[in-house]
């Protein structure tokens, strides 16, 4: 069973991919080169959208595949489309924009790929003559320069600056010791005299001592980051004045006022595309005020630093090491940053020019002349205007209506303003009311709060109606953005078309899986700590030349004492001559002889007395003393 699940979902793949690959190359042969991700969505649409009458529960017939590339084809061809303009906007998005950290992973992992080539020639070259290490210096100055940014190469007068100061870090007799290094370590040496230089040259620039092509990019980011955020403000200003007098036409058709005009699809189809170019300028602007910030905060780090470096060296003609090179990196990592917040400056301001042509069909269908005829002087109502007439006490949202929800409002909700609203911040009832018609919501009056999510409406009878029966309008609001399906993107629908996927299973054009995630939960009182030592080392020797490094044992003496207290705390060893045996010997041996002791006890076997007396008689011989010897004789 699995393994038939397995080929199953293999032919389905296939089969996506044969389609797409058809849909891309019919529409190449009529002078349209289109991404297979634009089609890969647009098989989508045409799948989701019921006026197709693709039935999800019958089998994929030869006649459906040729029906589906059809229609496909003909929607990626309409070149005055609004719909195709905003998924084509939307595909662009996704594929160029990303968050900020990604953005600057991106462009250091192009950057070092495309060092790689310098580096691997440096470090595995093998120089033996004068001539030879003189060009690895060279080569290694290069390297440098193009890793700093700081100049070019070809430039002579940049090329003997970085020259210089390098001399004054790694003299050129080093190079003998660099070549026995390992190419990890010479790897590692490049980058640390990198940062080294780099510092050192900056901080000659602050000193008015050199800085030759280091371009002033805190003076070139305050210029730009202005003059960015006026241009996605301007565009954000126009754009949001063509989505206001769309609405406004839209609302006049609506009312009846407005008997002859253009397709009422079209304008909603249109105002669909201004909304989402509106959304995509706002991200923009938000990562631009984002720059703003880290410039300042890298700015006042950089102020911070050239003043320490300037109180560090003070004039002297020579300062350790130990106290400057730390800071000379700690400055080139600051101007790394400034290089980055120009790059992500490049990037979004490219981002930004580059949506501006997706808005230009319904610009071009729908000039003044036209738009004058379908407003007839009438005031077009700004989304700001929208918000402050409905904001009116008696225009607020009743919670006793319907007591059975819960309404949130700003007055009794913390950070209310950062409540995630459903149809980003749109209108559901009037996306079904009035058929895929967006009106922004006011969250002023009153937040519905069903499911644990969060609608906001438009009116205090918009969300009376909705709250009325939920169920159906949540549904409806899936049903309309499957005739728009631009719409599921904008209004942030991708949870309810996440089991949607065509020709998944044998032919099969929506198959529903079962949904699987990984999910994991954490409590309060043990959140997992990030204890990561980035200057870890497992190498034993490595840890012994950073400790010698650290020591400095070129100006230390090295003392030990013990004291009494200390003293058989520790194993000692002493050593000691051995005792000898060593024998005495008198002039005369002698002896003398003693009679034995002895005694006889009288009495013992009793006697006719009446009482038995036992009387003890000693018959020890004595002993005669010789006064001439004064030795005792034993009397015989």
């Not at 206001?244 to 006049?252: D, H, K, L, S």
Request: proline fraction near 4%; include cysteine.
């Amino acid at each position: 069973l699995l393994l038939n699940r397995v080929m199953s979902r293999a032919q389905a793949e296939s089969v996506i991919k044969n389609i797409i690959r058809e849909i891309a190359q019919e529409c190449a042969s009529k002078g349209q080169a289109v991404s297979e991700t634009l089609v890969a969505f647009m098989v989508k649409a045409v799948v989701l959208d019921p006026a197709n009458n693709f039935n999800v529960d019958r089998t994929l017939t030869k006649d459906d595949v040729q029906k589906l590339i059809k229609i496909c084809v003909d929607r990626v061809l309409d070149s005055r489309s609004p719909s195709l303009d905003t998924i084509k906007m939307q595909v662009y998005f996704d594929m160029n924009y990303t968050t900020r950290q990604d953005f600057l992973d991106e462009h250091r992992r192009v950057l070092d790929a495309r060092m790689q080539p310098v580096i691997r020639e440096i470090t595995d070259c093998r120089a033996r003559t004068r001539d030879e290490l003189e060009s690895l210096y060279r080569k290694i100055v290069s390297a440098i320069l193009l890793r700093s940014g700081l100049g070019s190469p070809t430039d002579i007068a940049v090329v003997r600056e970085a020259t210089a100061a390098l001399q004054s870090v790694f003299p050129q007799a080093e190079l003998g010791t660099f070549m026995s290094l390992t190419k990890k370590d010479k790897e590692r040496q490049l980058n640390e005299l990198t940062l080294i230089v780099t510092g050192i040259r900056l901080f000659n620039k602050d000193c008015g001592k050199g800085g030759e092509g280091v371009d002033d990019l805190p003076a070139i980011l305050n210029e730009a980051i202005p003059a960015t955020t006026r241009n996605i403000e301007a565009a954000l200003e126009d754009i949001g004045q063509v989505a206001a007098t769309y609405t406004a036409i839209i609302e006049r058709i609506h009312s009846g006022a407005l008997k002859e005009g253009p397709p009422l699809q079209l304008i909603k189809d249109s105002l669909i595309n201004s909304r989402q170019n509106q959304q995509f300028l706002n991200i923009l602007l938000d990562d631009v005020i984002g720059c703003a910030a880290h410039i300042e905060l890298l700015q006042s780090q950089l102020r911070a630093r050239l003043e320490q470096l300037q109180m560090t060296v003070q004039s002297k003609t020579a300062v350790p090491t130990a106290q400057v090179y730390p800071q000379f990196i700690n400055l080139a990592h600051i101007w790394t940053g400034f290089q980055d917040e120009m790059v992500l400056l490049s990037v979004l301001s490219n981002i930004m020019n580059s949506l501006e042509p997706f808005t230009r069909n319904h610009r071009d269908m729908f000039t003044e002349e036209v738009i004058a005829p379908l407003v007839e002087q009438e005031e077009v109502k700004t989304d700001e205007q929208r918000m402050k007439d409905s904001a009116a006490p008696e225009h607020k949202i009743d919670p006793d209506s319907f007591t059975e929800f819960q309404w949130l409002f700003p007055e009794s909700t913390k950070n209310f303003d950062k409540l995630p609203l459903q149809y980003k911040g749109f209108c559901g009832w009037y996306l079904v009311k009035y058929d895929r018609f967006l009106m922004p919501a006011n969250p002023e009056i009153g937040v519905l709060l069903y499911n644990d999510k969060y609608y906001a409406f438009s009116s205090k009878e918009a969300a009376y109606e909705f709250a009325a029966d939920p169920v159906n309008f949540v549904f409806m609001v899936a049903e309309a953005a499957k005739k728009s399906p631009e719409l599921i993107q904008l209004c942030e629908l991708h949870q309810q078309f996440a089991s949607i996927a065509p020709y998944s299973h044998k032919g099969k054009m929506i198959e529903k899986p079962v949904t699987k995630c990984d999910a994991g939960s954490q409590t309060d009182t043990h959140i997992l700590e990030q204890n990561l030592a980035k200057d870890y080392e497992w190498n034993e020797w490595e840890l012994r030349r950073k400790a010698i490094k650290l020591a400095n044992l070129r100006t230390k003496l090295t003392k030990s004492q013990q004291t009494n207290l200390s003293n058989l705390r520790r194993d000692n060893i002493s050593q000691v001559y051995l005792p000898k045996d060593q024998v005495t010997q008198t002039r005369k041996e002698g002896h003398a002889s003693v009679p034995k002791p002895q005694t006889y006890l009288y009495g013992l076997r009793g006697t006719m007395a009446e009482q038995t007396s036992v009387q003890k008689v000693d018959l020890t011989l004595d002993i005669l003393v010789d006064t001439r010897t004064k030795s005792g004789v034993e009397l015989k």
